[in-house]
T-cell receptor, first 111, second 113 residues
Framework: RKEVEQDPGPFNVPEGATVAFNCTYSNSASQSFFWYRQDCRKEPKLLMS???SGNEDGRFTAQLNRASQYISLLIRDSKLSDSATYLCVVTLSGGYNKLIFGAGTRLAVHP | DGGITQSPKYLFRKEGQNVTLSCEQNLNHDAMYWYRQDPGQGLRLIYYSQIVNDFQKGDIAEGYSVSREKKESFPLTVTSAQKNPTAFYLCASRSGGTSDTQYFGPGTRLTVL
């Protein structure tokens, strides 16, 4: 079983749609949680951290359910510029801040 | 501008040749990391360094080597022992302490012919 699992997609949605991505992680010792965005042939860029209380940044909302080992990302009012691959990332407690990446979920927003 | 630079952006090499990928940061970050990305897969950790003159193997270190002689620099050598070196290589850094966030350079796309 992969340590971080994501639906690879692609999710094809029209502009203005609301889309949700899910991610599950296998290690209950996971400490920190992030969503990164990666454009085609570019480096990943931090989109947002994910907290147990949930957090929102503009059109983006992230949720964490530690009991179910589940992370979500909700994008409201999708823009063409949101088209990218979204990477779910967790870190393990202690040690050297090892990031464990999911393979990513691809989003394509069309006019 | 502060950031992480990687060079070159694209690199082509013949099979059996060693090649060194550059990674430089001027963020004054203590920790630096090298990852490899293959199509359809998540990033995988090759090597990491938490301080100067110290580095540790990640999950897929075989066929790779690194050095950390300066805080700003963490070059990665892909040796001829690496069986499948064609990939997208990403360098990252972290400020250290309690910060978990890693910031990535633009990457080097290595193709071995």
């Amino acid at each position: 079983r992969k340590e971080v699992e994501q639906d690879p997609g692609p999710f094809n949605v029209p502009e203005g749609a609301t889309v949700a991505f899910n991610c599950t992680y296998s290690n209950s010792a996971s400490q920190s949680f992030f969503w990164y965005r990666q454009d085609c042939r570019k480096e990943p860029k931090l989109l947002m951290s994910v907290y147990s209380s949930g957090n929102e940044d503009g059109r983006f909302t992230a949720q964490l359910n530690r009991a179910s080992q589940y992370i979500s990302l909700l994008i409201r009012d999708s823009k063409l510029s949101d088209s990218a691959t979204y990477l779910c990332v967790v870190t393990l407690s202690g040690g050297y801040n090892k990031l464990i990446f999911g393979a990513g979920t691809r989003l394509a927003v069309h006019p | 501008d502060g950031g992480i630079t990687q060079s070159p952006k694209y690199l082509f090499r013949k099979e059996g040749q060693n090649v060194t990928l550059s990674c430089e940061q001027n963020l004054n970050h203590d920790a630096m990391y090298w990852y490899r990305q293959d199509p359809g897969q998540g990033l995988r950790l090759i090597y990491y360094s938490q301080i100067v003159n110290d580095f540790q193997k990640g999950d897929i270190a075989e066929g790779y080597s690194v050095s950390r002689e300066k805080k700003e620099s963490f070059p990665l050598t892909v040796t001829s022992a690496q069986k499948n070196p064609t990939a997208f290589y990403l360098c990252a850094s972290r400020s250290g302490g309690t910060s978990d966030t890693q910031y990535f350079g633009p990457g080097t796309r290595l193709t071995v012919l």
